[in-house]
Nanobody, 124 residues
Framework: QVQLVESGGGLVQPGGSLRLSCAAS????????MGWFRQAPGKEREFVAA????????DYADSVKGRFTISRDNAKNTVYLQMNSLKPEDTAVYYC?????????????????WGQGTQVTVSS
């Protein structure tokens, strides 16, 4: 089992940037592919980005391509989400998730382990 803790959320103006971090503990971090999801009020949790075990492969939702970058540091047991050119519609609680597989998952059910989430609010 792996435990996940997100950090780095906050209030940012449109066009600004934030970097989210997700620290993992427990089992060997490099055995897990990782993902970021988000959930806005009244909406379903949706896929944002995913990264393979060693970081060689990534995938993004169309809505964030070119603006968000997922990366990981297996030596630090941490996955990151760099978010640039933020828009009000990016406002949501952001969750990181882990799956015991090297394939990239884009569905919520692909992931067995979840963090508690961190709030991102984009507003002027």
């Amino acid at each position: 089992q792996v435990q996940l803790v997100e950090s780095g959320g906050g209030l940012v103006q449109p066009g600004g940037s934030l970097r989210l971090s997700c620290a993992a503990s427990g089992r060997t971090f490099s055995n897990y592919a990782m993902g970021w999801f988000r959930q806005a009020p009244g909406k379903e949790r949706e896929f944002v980005a995913a990264i393979s075990r060693r970081g060689g492969t990534t995938d993004y939702a169309d809505s964030v391509k070119g603006r968000f970058t997922i990366s990981r540091d297996n030596a630090k047991n941490t996955v990151y989400l760099q978010m640039n050119s933020l828009k009000p519609e990016d406002t949501a609680v952001y969750y990181c998730a882990a799956r015991w597989d090297d394939g990239l998952g884009i569905r919520r059910d692909d992931y067995a382990y979840w963090g508690q989430g961190t709030q991102v609010t984009v507003s002027s």
